[in-house]
């Protein structure tokens, strides 16, 4: 016996939508139609739009900032296999494997058991924390930070104490405190301190799990 026997639709009340690639077709006409993209590198376009559609605000296209060479950075080093260093589970099950040019790994390292303790002893979040656990897998990694402001100031941190640099940078967390602040330390890292790799953000407190793994998919795939 089937798991779906005995189940069945019920009767439609309502006018939608309900056919997949129809919906993806039609929502991306929507943010083209309704999004100024005109700021946005060209070969970025498709990124932003997929980080709009994971936001569901066409007016995010006035906020983000794009590296001019994240798209190509970030997409060598996944046709070379690189891994995804990701802060939080959310965004790690929002990656379309099948987008992946090399089966790519996507890591989170937020339940690893060491995490607790260095937290504690280093008086910060988990997140942060987990961070450290990046280093060994960090140089020419795609790094995408969508949930904690911490993890991407603790990764700057690293980067500025020299550790491994990756080779692209999705730098999104959300929040009310420090979110702003860590993006724009993003942000300034090249011109601050002299050390220039690509990233996408967005200024201010918008950002997220589902807007960081739109942009990981887009990433890693010319095809919308």
């Not at 730098?171 to 330390?185: L, N, R, T």
Request: hydrophobic residues 45%; aromatic residues 4%; contains cysteine.
């Amino acid at each position: 016996m089937s798991q779906t026997d005995g189940l069945r639709r019920p009767r439609r009340r309502y006018e939608y939508a309900d056919s997949g690639p129809a919906i993806y077709v039609d929502s991306f006409a929507t943010i083209r139609r309704e999004a100024d993209l005109r700021a946005v590198p060209a070969d970025a376009e498709k990124l932003a739009v997929r980080m709009i559609h994971g936001s569901g605000q066409v007016d995010l296209a006035a906020d983000l900032v794009v590296h001019p060479r994240v798209v190509a950075a970030a997409r060598a080093a996944l046709c070379a296999g690189a891994p995804i260093l990701c802060d939080a589970t959310m965004v790690v099950t929002g990656v379309t494997r099948s987008r992946l040019p090399k089966d790519n790994d996507v890591r989170c390292f937020l339940n690893d058991e060491r995490v607790p303790g260095l937290a504690g002893r280093w008086r910060t979040t988990r997140t942060a924390a987990a961070v450290s656990l990046w280093e060994p897998y960090l140089d020419g990694a795609v790094v995408a930070i969508g949930n904690a402001p911490t993890a991407l100031f603790h990764l700057l941190e690293m980067i500025l104490d020299g550790a491994p640099r990756p080779a692209a940078i999705v730098g999104c967390p959300v929040g009310f405190v420090g979110a702003a602040e860590s993006k724009q330390a993003l942000v300034d890292l090249a011109d601050g301190h002299g050390i220039d790799i690509p990233y996408v953000t967005v200024r201010g407190r918008r950002g997220g799990s589902a807007m960081t793994s739109s942009a990981l998919n887009a990433l890693a795939q010319e095809q919308e």
